[in-house]
């Protein structure tokens, strides 16, 4: 007699489509004789396909929502518009739709996912390049803000005032008319510009320092027969009817800054005539109340009388000793340098 074989599928709904009941995991065989004959080799869930747990997924819905129909149909709750779809077109439409879903959704995710690490690289440089753009800005704002201190600063400084030097002298002293001329020496006004007249005079009444230890109170030259020659403080014309006259404001002797000292050539004891005869390395002894200092000499000039910027003060201990000059004319001053030997 004749049988058939009926396929039961277990663990799952029932498939309507022939091409998915040979891939289930678990299935029975009916023969002639009624015996269920289990299908070897079953498959178990993990070894099942995407494809399959798909289809496993779309029939469960699928059963769940007929279930619900033909229940609201049995209580009225719904209507039958339109049959349901046969089941050739159903198996049709499970078979392709997630084949078709499955290659779109496997082509498209690679392209998205590369296009996504391009944008999030694209991102990532763009956030690197503002954070530098933002540290450069901040390192330009606070060198503007530095040099815009550094300007506050400067305008705001008041530089030290310097103090204008005092005129002590508008020429050089010891200037008078030759012994020979008419009236005889006296003071030679016509050295001195007549709009500065006042000044010179008004430079003569200097109040004289008190007398101190330290003040020079006689000086020897040896080369030229200088012996015991007595300074008094102050080079006017009184003054150097005395004897060597010092500068009023000039330094004492051994001080690091500059000694001067006048006396004339040819009148008055004609103390500093032979001062052109003087030569490097002569020595010039200062005293004061307490001890001897001795200078040598470097240096020898002849000068107008407006050149007094020989009697600046200087950084060394000097001494710079003043004559008129030549002998018996007195147009000109001699002028000769010392430095102290052991400063």
Not at 251 to 256: E, I, K, L, M, S
Not at 296 to 307: A, G, N, W, Y
């Amino acid at each position: 007699m004749g049988c058939h074989i009926q396929f039961l599928f277990l663990g799952a709904a029932p498939w309507r489509g022939n091409s998915h009941r040979a891939n289930f995991s678990t299935r029975e065989r009916r023969g002639r004789c009624g015996i269920i004959t289990p299908v070897t080799n079953p498959k178990r869930p993990e070894d099942l396909s995407e494809q399959e747990l798909r289809h496993l997924l779309l029939d469960k819905r699928h059963n769940s929502r007929q279930k619900r129909l033909e229940r609201f149909r049995r209580t009225g709750r719904a209507v039958r518009l339109a049959p349901d779809l046969p089941p050739a077109v159903l198996d049709e439409w499970r078979t392709q739709l997630p084949v078709e879903g499955q290659e779109a959704g496997s082509a498209s995710p690679a392209s998205h996912s590369a296009g996504k690490r391009w944008f999030d690289r694209l991102l990532l440089l763009v956030e690197v390049l503002a954070v530098l753009g933002l540290a450069g800005i901040l390192f330009n704002g606070f060198g503007l803000l530095r040099t815009l201190n550094q300007e506050v600063v400067v305008a705001l400084r008041q530089d030290t005032p310097t103090a204008t030097p005092l005129i002590t002298a508008v020429i050089l002293p010891g200037g008078h008319t030759p012994p020979s001329a008419a009236g005889g020496a006296q003071f030679n006004e016509a050295e001195i510009p007549e709009h500065l007249r006042p000044l010179v005079q008004s430079l003569a009444d200097l109040p004289v320092p008190t007398p101190g230890p330290q003040q020079a109170i006689q000086i020897d030259i040896p080369a030229i027969n200088i012996h015991n020659w007595p300074i008094v403080q102050g080079d006017g014309w009184e003054q150097l009817k005395k004897g060597v006259g010092q500068h009023i404001g000039s330094a004492d002797p051994g001080q690091n800054s500059n000694v001067v000292l006048s006396g004339h050539d040819d009148v008055f004891g004609e103390v500093f005539r032979d001062l052109d005869k003087l030569q490097p390395g002569d020595q010039v002894i200062l005293y004061t109340m307490q001890q001897q200092y001795i200078y040598l000499v470097t240096e020898t000039r002849i000068v107008e009388p407006s050149q007094v910027d020989v009697m600046n003060a200087s950084s060394d201990p000097t001494v710079t000793l003043i004559s008129c000059y030549p002998y018996m004319v007195d147009k000109k001053r001699i002028v000769v340098f010392a430095k102290l030997q052991n400063p």
